[in-house]
């Protein structure tokens, strides 16, 4: 299968949307009309008619301050980082380039052999987080002991890797290069240069020295997620002849690696040994939002809320894949299959009932089953 997400613009306009930076330029903005109005109305050397119409201006002003104040507040009692005064469940993402929205990230898994969508979920987040908890759900409906899912880099997160391992789900995940902390001023001495040893839990540097660990893990912060990581040093480096090359730390090279790093180095080894395969992803989901944003003009989400949108999408999915199976089985195959799946979930009271029926086409047998309140 292959996972991937595609943005659509939610019912909120940039401008009803906040965070904290914005809410400080508003506020320093009005402050300064709002002292101008007041000096002016200091000097005292207006009309009635200016006077009347700076007071009304400051009215103005003092009732945006409240209204920026309120939202201030509400952003700090919610602790979320923007807040969308239309659509509270929207939020702003890069759409593409420099493209910026207000908008819904919607997941989606599609088969690799006829292309239907599997499994889909909106959110108002990123993909960072979502490999494991979409391959899961499909897993499960696909009622199958073991899936392999394709992504793209976005979804290369090692603790949702991990978590992948222990619940057989065989990811091909594409990388990015590993950020570095302190720059390496050679691409002979970078990270991946030096081999690690699992038995004996030690890296081994280009120049054949060893870095061992005290075994102490540290705790990582990266947005909200902590991962837990150990260090790896030598002594060697204060008499190294080559430590110029590796390392512009003063105390020598240090090598980190997470409690995540062995699912990582899996995954990483996978979508270099089966790049062909790793190709199919693009065929298999990308080609879906294409249709459905390019063609059907779905690029936008027309109702409001995570709940209500995924109604929306399961009807625009429901309907894609329909069309999906037409093409696939011709619609004289699929009314047969059809009828026998009509007939599969009534009861069993139902389907003795339904005997008098078996004349009818699957198309005919819609209005009877709600009729009947069979299913």
Request: one cysteine or more; a positive charge.
């Amino acid at each position: 299968m292959a996972l991937d997400s595609s943005k659509f613009r939610a019912v909120n306009s940039k401008k009803k949307n906040y965070n904290q930076k914005k809410i400080d330029r508003q506020l320093e903005y009005i402050d300064n009309k709002i002292q101008s109005y007041i000096e002016e109305l200091n000097a005292g050397d207006l009309d009635e008619a200016r006077e009347a119409t700076i007071a009304e201006k400051l009215k103005k002003q003092k009732a945006q301050r409240r209204k920026y104040k309120r939202i201030e507040k509400q952003l700090a009692e919610t602790g979320l980082d923007q807040i969308s005064t239309t659509d509270p469940d929207a939020r702003t993402m890069i759409l593409h380039g420099s493209v910026i929205e207000v908008a819904y990230n919607v997941q989606t898994v599609a088969d690799e052999r006829n292309k239907l969508i599997l499994e889909y979920e909106v959110t108002n987040q990123n993909d960072r987080k979502a490999l494991l908890p979409m391959a899961q759900k499909t897993k499960r409906i696909c009622d199958t002991d073991a899936v392999a899912v394709l992504a793209d880099k976005g979804y290369h997160n090692g603790e949702q890797l991990t978590g992948c391992e222990q619940e057989d789900i065989y990811t091909i995940v594409a990388y990015q290069e590993v950020p570095r902390s302190y720059p390496v001023p050679t691409p002979e001495y970078y990270g991946e240069r030096f081999r690690y040893n699992p038995k004996k839990d030690q890296y081994k540097c280009p120049q054949g020295h060893i870095l061992k660990t005290t075994g102490h893990w540290y705790n990582k912060k990266y947005e909200e997620s902590v991962t837990k990581v150990k260090h790896y040093k030598t002594t060697a480096c204060g008499s190294c002849a080559v430590k110029h090359l590796c390392t512009r730390n003063p105390k020598g090279r240090l090598i980190e690696r997470s409690q995540h790093a062995g699912a990582v180095e899996r995954n990483n080894r996978r979508v270099r040994e089966n790049t062909s395969t790793y190709s199919l992803r693009q065929q298999i989901i990308e080609h879906i939002f294409g249709t459905i944003k390019r063609q059907w003009g779905y690029d936008h989400i027309l109702l409001k809320g995570l709940r209500k949108n995924e109604g929306e999408f399961g009807l625009i999915y429901l309907i894609y894949n329909f069309r999906r199976v037409i093409n696939i089985l011709g619609l004289p195959k699929l009314k047969k299959w059809l009828t026998r799946l009509l007939f599969s979930i009534f009861t069993d009271r139902a389907l003795r009932n339904a005997r008098q029926y078996q004349k009818y086409s699957c198309w005919q047998l819609v209005p009877v089953i709600v009729r009947e309140g069979w299913c």
